[in-house]
T-cell receptor, first 116, second 111 residues
Framework: DTEVTQTPKHLVMGMTNKKSLKCEQH?????MYWYKQKAKKPPELMFV???????INESVPSRFSPECPNSSLLNLHLHALQPEDSALYLC???????????????FGSGTRLTVV | EDKVVQSPLSLVVHEGDTVTLNCSYE??????LLWYKQEKKAPTFLFML????IEKKSGRLSSILDKKELFSILNITATQTGDSAVYLC???????????FGTGTRLTIIP
């Protein structure tokens, strides 16, 4: 299995809702990442988990709450989001902290989030 | 602040043409430069360059890194309509696994 699987593919939520995004990989990668990508912009790093511990939080608002229950699974819990949080949320993984020179970081297909 | 700049922002060429995409970077503790192709959703890995002057090739695509001048280029020869995509370059730091992306080059291949 050489994929990063993200669910759901699309999500529409109200500003008072609580929802979660899920990311799963079975490649034995020990580092997992959340990126946010607005339309026609590059991905921006949000969080890095290394060996199931949060190692980087890029000053992300607390309405986004990451969780890494085990080495294969990464969640992003969403609460009280704003319309400007609407974006494509990408998950990625890599072997340890350094990506493989032959595979780099492996990205999932993303969750397209719309906040209404 | 780390910065990655790509040029051109967009490019329209005819099928069969050769294109060169540019990426310059100013990054603290630079480790490697990565190239990705993004068509609809997931960026797809193309190359990771760590050493200066060593060309990496994959089919019609090739890339090289110049660590003295802080830039990289991605070449695509004999372009096909399937090459139409946004091409992203990203710089990786030593130690903190942070990937800083450029704004991307939107490449359109006309049949």
């Amino acid at each position: 299995d050489t994929e990063v699987t993200q669910t759901p593919k699309h999500l529409v939520m109200g500003m008072t809702n609580k929802k979660s995004l899920k990311c799963e990989q079975h490649m034995g990668h020990r580092a997992m990442y959340w990126y946010k990508q607005k339309a026609k912009k590059p991905p921006e790093l949000m969080f890095v988990y290394s060996y199931e511990k949060l190692s980087i939080n890029e000053s992300v608002p607390s309405r986004f709450s990451p969780e890494c229950p085990n080495s294969s699974l990464l969640n992003l819990h969403l609460h009280a989001l704003q319309p400007e949080d609407s974006a494509l949320y990408l998950c990625a993984s890599s072997q340890g902290g350094t990506p493989s020179p032959n595979y780099g970081y492996t990205f999932g297909s993303g969750t397209r989030l719309t906040v209404v | 602040e780390d910065k990655v700049v790509q040029s051109p922002l967009s490019l329209v060429v005819h099928e069969g043409d050769t294109v060169t995409l540019n990426c310059s970077y100013e990054v603290t503790n630079f480790r490697s430069l990565l190239w990705y192709k993004q068509e609809k959703k997931a960026p797809t890995f193309l190359f990771m360059l760590t050493s200066s002057g060593i060309e990496k090739k994959s089919g019609r695509l090739s890339s090289i890194l110049d660590k003295k001048e802080l830039f990289s280029i991605l070449n695509i020869t004999a372009t096909q309509t399937g090459d139409s995509a946004v091409y992203l370059c990203a710089a990786l730091n030593f130690g903190n696994e942070k990937l800083t992306f450029g704004t991307g080059t939107r490449l359109t291949i006309i049949p």
